[in-house]
């Protein structure tokens, strides 16, 4: 696989506020994404889970189904007891021929609770990385045998949110599990993306794109708010509207084949979902040719 650019259609319809283009119809979120020029979409909630309707929803539009994000639970069960959870999401993304599987630890998460402000995120002891490290590497290791990586989501909100949180991870987990770079969420978390690149070339197999305002991001800092607020109020948007150097975060990935998948959730009535689309594409294909990687 080379480079492929590809979508997740939080950007037409969120899953975290489903109220935030909740009247977009699927067949419009993938009508727009085609005339984009994106050949791939990850699941959302609007997506059937059955591998025929699934084929049939995407075929229309030209689309291959990219992954799906899974919401873990390993801080409260073994890996046999997350495999089995798993088990109908694995089989779709393998059906659909999908080769990585997106993970978050979600068990203790706030990104999903408005009222819950980013300062009250759950921390990871230090003591406690090497069993969750363990549990998640024996997860790994099982998809890995049927052919699908798991590629682990930072996620601010959550256990694995900062630059630090993000070393400790991959420091505690086995040669299977591989990681997810997200910009956006990098950049939010403190961390800069082009460093992460750098020091994790070696086991980032799917990239996620969107950038940050910081404007909005030091207000959120300043006043509090939690992840949904701050969202709300335009923390994210698309490639090459914010703050983030793509042209570097892209040369510290040198020889990266895969997915880059445009992910950058706001709110679709203040953000026009096909002409924030438009402009993100258009700005991450121009900074992958920058970078030599397309």
Known sequence: MTIRIGANPIGWSNDDMRELGGETSLETCLAEARDVGFVGMELGHKFPREADALRAALAPFGMACVSGWYSAEL?????????AALRPHLDLLKAMGSTVLVFAETSNAIHGRINTP?????????????EYGRRISQVAE?????GVRLVYHHHMGTIVQSGADIDAFMAATGEAVHLLLDTGHATWGGADPAALARRHRARISHVHAKDVRADVMARA??????FLTSVLNGVYTVPGDGMIDYVSVFKALPGYSGWVVVEAEQDPKEANPLAYARMGYA???RDLRLAGLM
Request: hydrophobic share 50%; glycine share 2%; charged share 35%.
């Open 221 to 226: 800092a300043a006043e509090d708010w939690s």
């Open 283 to 285: 700005n991450l294909v």
């Open 118 to 130: 980013l300062s009250r995120r759950p921390r990871l002891a230090a003591g406690d990385w090497a």
């Open 75 to 83: 801080l409260l069960r073994d890996a046999e007891a997350e495999l």
């Open 142 to 146: 099982a998809t890995l045998r049927e």
